[in-house]
Nanobody, 112 residues
């Protein structure tokens, strides 16, 4: 059974940091590109960052470039999104995505 399970979301003050994790199971995680998407209330889903299967190349949306870092540990079947200098506009549900499916999402709220 293919599963992608996100964790690490929560409430953080502006300027703070969070690290999201995505635990993959039921498929060969290491051969798939992985991406993080987010969706804020009333807004369209947005591609935040992506990383190639081996981790050699990454891409970021302009809105998070320089603040977020995507990475993966294929030995642990886990992907990560390190989020620094968080802003209120980063508030959203964050989803881990591969070609095998989507996770259920984890809520990130940036508020004082």
């Amino acid at each position: 059974q293919v599963q992608l399970v996100e964790s690490g979301g929560g409430l953080v003050q502006p300027g703070g940091s969070l690290r999201l994790a995505c635990a993959a199971s039921g498929f060969t995680f290491s051969i798939y590109r992985m991406s993080w998407y987010r969706q804020a209330p009333g807004k369209e889903r947005e591609l935040v960052a992506s990383i190639t299967a081996a981790g050699g190349s990454t891409n970021y949306s302009d809105s998070v470039k320089g603040r977020f870092t995507i990475s993966r540990d294929n030995a642990k079947n886990t992907g990560y999104l390190q989020m620094n200098s968080l802003k209120p506009e980063d508030t959203a549900v964050y989803y881990c995505v591969t070609a095998r499916g989507w996770g259920q999402g984890t809520q990130v709220t940036v508020s004082s």
